[in-house]
């Protein structure tokens, strides 16, 4: 009795639908991480309840699109480590590529220079001045002027450096490497 539950459990009818799952899961995978990847940094950074209910439309959207008809364990278990070994695996990559993370990921971005919103690029991430504001009293500054700058990570949050905030200057000299 107990061995024909475990086959019930454990058995897939067809080996080639385990490896149809894992290229749909790697397909749904990529288009997610570009798919997030464009919509910005600050929509990532600061869920919302919009957000919330984004991802999960979005998780019940892709889960046929990846397993199919599939409801066995088995096409869950492939589906779930094929989603683990690529994330691990993109994050080695972008660990080792520079230029493929900047792309993925992105670089940290000024959007107030002394005081003054940088619109041009607020409006490219999607930022408002309120969500600048709440980033300032976040940091104790309650006028915009009091900020030396404040910079858009590449995790959605906003730091702040305040005006009278110390400020360490170094000189370093590079010199090309010379071979004889």
Request: proline share 3%; net charge positive; charged share 20%.
């Amino acid at each position: 009795m107990t061995t024909h539950w475990l086959l019930q459990i454990f058995t897939y009818p067809e080996p080639t639908g385990l490896l149809i799952v894992a290229g749909k899961t790697a397909i749904v995978y990529f288009f997610l991480v570009v798919g997030l990847r464009l919509m910005g940094k600050r929509e990532l950074g600061q869920m919302n309840i919009f957000d919330l209910v984004l991802i999960i439309v979005l998780a019940n959207s892709v889960h046929n699109a990846m397993v199919g008809n599939d409801n066995s364990l088995a096409g869950g278990l492939v589906a779930a480590t094929t989603l683990l070994i690529l994330s691990r695996a993109l994050a080695l990559l972008l660990a080792g590529n520079q230029k493929l993370s900047r792309a993925l990921v992105g670089e940290p971005l000024l959007i107030v220079s002394h005081g003054h919103l940088l619109p041009n690029r607020m409006r490219k991430e999607g930022i408002t001045r309120d969500q600048v504001l709440a980033a300032l009293r976040e940091h104790g500054l309650y006028k915009l002027d009091q900020a030396r700058i404040c910079v858009l990570e590449v995790d959605g949050t906003i730091s702040v450096v305040p005006e009278e905030a110390k400020v360490f200057r170094t000189k370093r000299h590079y010199r090309a490497l010379r071979l004889p």
